[in-house]
């Protein structure tokens, strides 16, 4: 089974600031997809970012990227220029090879992110 | 484009009554998803539906929670009888297949059991 840890329960940086949340997973399974999902105070959960495990390059989504080890079986998520509504739970989630009865999402416990104005 | 439509968006009601949440995936997903979210336990996948067929019902907790996709664009969550540890906000989810697509989720339904 898959699992997925998420070592910072809380995290708070000032606006404008640069911030890495942690994510480390555990399989053993050779492709498979990595996402970053955040849930602000509205609840709602909204995808950031993706990740192939087969792609080599690590994946950017304008002020929000990714450092992805494979190896290490670790999978941050850099928010550069951090703004207020960048407060919010963020979730680190795992699935498999989404092939039939395949299509699960693994997910992390999440850090709390502040933005301090 | 509609994203997930999930409804109620709260729920309080007695224990030992009926509740039941309804879902409309976005149009052209084939798979659907039931979460429960709480603080003690996080996310947790209940079932998974994929072409209205359910696929893994493992996460299911107990005799009292069922689920129904009867056609393409509604999805059904049932509890019966509902007890106060049922407290939680339920998220329904969709994705398309295959391939890479992630999920997409509804806003949720905050329920509340008394």
């Known amino acids: 089974a898959q699992t997925v840890t998420q070592s910072q329960p809380e995290m708070s940086v000032q606006e404008a600031e640069t911030v890495t949340l942690s994510c480390t997973y555990d399989?053993?399974?050779?492709?498979?997809?990595l996402f970053w999902y955040k849930q602000p105070p509205s609840r709602q959960m909204i995808l950031v970012i993706r990740?192939?495990?087969?792609?080599?390059q690590n994946a950017t989504e304008n002020r929000f990227s990714v450092n992805f080890q494979k190896a290490a079986k670790s999978f941050s998520l850099k928010i550069s220029d951090s703004q207020l509504g960048d407060t919010a739970m963020y979730f680190c989630a795992f699935m498999k090879l989404p092939i039939f009865g395949n299509e699960k999402l693994t997910f992390g416990t999440g850090t709390r992110l502040t933005i301090i104005p | 484009d509609a994203g997930v439509i999930q409804s109620p968006r709260h729920e309080v009601t007695e224990m030992g009554q009926e509740v039941t949440l309804r879902c409309k995936p976005i149009s052209g997903h084939n798979s659907l998803f039931w979460y429960r979210q709480t603080m003690m336990r996080g996310l947790e996948l209940l079932i998974y539906f994929n072409n209205n067929v359910p696929i893994d019902d493992s996460g299911m907790p107990e005799d009292r929670f069922s689920a129904k996709m009867p056609n393409a664009s509604f999805s059904t969550l049932k509890i019966q009888p509902s007890e106060p540890r049922d407290s939680a906000v339920y998220f329904c989810a969709s994705r398309e297949t295959p391939g890479a697509q992630p999920q997409h989720f509804g806003d949720g339904t905050r329920l509340s059991i008394l």
């Open positions: 399989t053993s399974e050779s492709n498979y997809y």
């Open positions: 990740q192939e495990a087969y792609k080599q």
